[in-house]
């Protein structure tokens, strides 16, 4: 016997076809009324609801969350840095005064919040024009 010669014992179950009258009384199977009863019926595939609805939706093409930031104030730096220390978003985390935000660091904005009194080299950090003024007028440094 070779395999070309090879042959199954039963015979091939053949389809059910429904929808024909017969043994199967008056809705031949497919139950009562509705698309799924129809013939030639197609259902609309269910991502395209939400293909459809997405630019209704509240925020379409915006990011709300934005860049990670962190605010810090004019007092802040006072009490945690001496004069002649220099400012920026490393030096901030080596300290542990500001903490990585989903895996980077995050940008830093000086606020005229409190006064200032020391010399700071400030780099690398967003600030508002009203502290930049504090920060010269207290003898820093301000290097964007």
């Given amino acids: 016997m070779q395999i070309h010669n090879l042959q199954p014992n039963n015979k091939n179950k053949s389809r059910k076809r429904i929808g024909r009258g017969g043994k199967k009384g008056t809705y031949c199977g497919k139950g009562v009324k509705g698309q799924k009863c129809r013939a030639g019926r197609k259902f609309q595939p ?3 609801e939400f293909i459809k609805r997405y630019p209704k ?13 962190v605010t810090l104030n004019m007092s802040f730096l006072d009490k945690h840095f001496k004069a002649g220390d220099k400012v920026n978003p490393k030096v901030l985390l080596e300290m542990k005064l500001i903490d990585m935000m989903k895996n980077r660091v995050p940008r830093v904005k000086i606020l005229a919040n409190g006064d200032i009194k020391k010399k700071l080299t400030i780099s690398g950090c967003f600030i508002s024009v009203t502290a930049k003024e504090k920060i010269e007028k207290a003898g820093g440094i301000v290097t964007i």
């Fill in 57 to 69: 939706l509240r925020g379409y093409r915006v990011n709300p969350i934005g860049k990670p930031q």
């Fill in 46 to 48: 269910a991502i395209r």
